[in-house]
Structure formats: structure tokens, C-alpha cells
């Protein structure tokens, strides 16, 4: 089958290969991807700005897809399922987290498209432990955006706890941040802002209107403390998320948050970048990263999907096959041109 290898460790060394289609064990499953989005950590595969992945290996963690084959200890599962899938092939089930039920950060964790080879790929073997089967009526080319969907509801659900009547700022208007601004106001949120910069205008910022978030600009020509302030009776954001993962974003995000607000750093900051203490504790705040999502985010984020609220799939701009790699990585690099760039393996 055709597949997107990163053979070894160095930067941009990704191929196009033929590699054997995988088989699954007695308790596995084998789906046909149907889509599969590129993330920004994909970058960090490729340019080897990570240590997490382990080569060679099949990249692509955000994907939907149909089953296939069903391992005979399986249950629950049948061949033409639609489905999609946590990141996780395996967890140790030993360690604190596990134990504590946070199995998406597991100190063992394999991970589909790190360790495992994952949906930039016509096939991908799944654990049915972590796999979700979708209803028929949803949409698979929408349905690649359940994973970043489900670290937007993470991020707005679980962590940012938000509620109807609040007041929600997204610094950064990536897929994830503006999947975020979306789970903000399907769980009731008064008023949800996103603030990009430049690019945003582009291609972002009429697509997130149609989409219903009205208080969209661009920092560059706007004002963001004034325009929240104008725009909010005067005050500042019960919750703010930085999506950015720069410390120019995150500085942004701690200006515009009330006192006692909650502060949601959903990126990675570089290790060398200097820290603000002294602003977060005067602000005396609550303070969370996102790295993962957990199965509770992930049934809110399939709930949501299934409830089609919004059009999600307006975020998906382009649609590429396999050995248009190199231009859609392009794309997805390029925020002024794209918002999701998504592969199709198979025509």
C-alpha cells in the first residue's frame, strides 16, 4: 500500500513509499482511512524537533476510516464501520496515570503516527479499546477532524470547565483555536472572541464568520484589549485559551484575562523562552496546559460532531491524495492560504 514514511531521524526525510498492508491481531481492528488531516506536530516529526516519534514510521494521528476486518476477540465492531480513533495504540495500564484513568498521557503510551504507523496510509491498525464507531449519517471527510476536535473540547470542556454565560478569548486562529471558539459557544458561552494576526484575513477570517463566531479580528489592525473590552461590557474574558504556542501569544492571552480567570496554554512553548510568574500570580489565576485528550473529551468531541451544530467541515479548505504531499504540506504550512489541509489515501 501506498504510505507517508518518515524513515529516520533526519530533518525532512519523508517519503512516499510501498510498504506491506498491515494485518491485525485476534484483538485489533484494520480500517480503510478514508481522510487524514496534518497537524502542526507533523511538522515537528519531519523537521525532528521531537524526540516523542520513533523511525521509521507511518505519520498521521487525525484521520477517519472504515472497518474492514475484525480481529475474533473483538466485539462491538463490524466490517463498514465508520470510525475514528484516540491517538493511542496501546497504554501500559501500570503507571500513575493510567491509574489515575488519564491513559492519553501514559508514561508508555504508543501512539499511532509517533511510535506506530498511523493514517497517512491506505490502511491503519487500531486498538478497538480506543477506536469510536460513528453513526452512518456522519460525514468521513469531516469526521478527520474528531482528534483536534477533541483536544478542543479538552481544552473548552474539560480543562476550561466553560460555562453558558461566560466570556471566552482563543489567541490563535489554527484549526485547533478555532475549534475551540466552536465547542466555546455550542456549551453556551455569552461571547467567544478569536484573535489572529495578519494571515488570519485571508482565507480564516471569512470562514469563521460564516461560521458564527462574530467577534473575529485581526491584532494587526485591531486592538485586542480595546476591542474586548468595548465588546464585553467592559470587562475582561472569564477564560482565555492561547493557541498559538509563542510566548507572544501567551502574553497576549494573560492581558486580556479577568482576575481569577482561567488560563488554557494549549501549544508548546520552547524551554528558553522567559516566563511571566509574577503576571500569572498577580493575576491569581487558574492555569492548565492541554497536551492530550482524554476519553471524556473525545465522547463530547464525537456528541458534538454528531450533533452538526456547526458545518466543521468548512474548516477542511483543501482535499490532497497521497502523492500530493509536498503541496499540501505546503499549504497546511501556509496560515494565509489554508485552514485544514487533509490527505486521501485511497481515490
Known sequence: MKALVKQTRNPGDLRLEDIPEPSCRSDQILAEVAYAGICRSDFDIIDDKTTIYRPPVVL???????????????SGFSPGDKVVSETALSVCDNCQPCADGFFEICDRKEILGWTHNGGFAEYVVLNPRFAHRLNNGTDLKTAALAEPLAIATETMYVRGNVQPGESVV?????????????VAMQLGAERVFLVGRKSFSHVKMPLVQELGIAH????????????????????????VVDATGTIEGFNLALSLLKRHGRLIELGSITSETPFDWPAVCRKALDFCFVFASGRKAWLKAIEILEQKQFDFGRLITQTMPLDGYAEAFSLAADGAKSAKVVLQPRD
Not at 485586542?224 to 468595548?230: A, D, G, K, T
Open 216 to 239: 473575529a479580528i485581526d491584532s494587526s489592525q485591531t486592538d485586542p484589549l480595546e476591542y474586548l473590552l468595548r465588546n464585553n461590557q467592559g470587562r475582561l474574558a472569564d477564560v
Open 60 to 74: 498521521g494521528h487525525e484521520f477517519s476510516a472504515r472497518v474492514v476486518e475484525v480481529g475474533r476477540d473483538v
Open 170 to 182: 482563543v489567541v490563535g486562529p489554527g484549526p485547533s483555536g478555532i475549534l475551540s471558539a466552536l
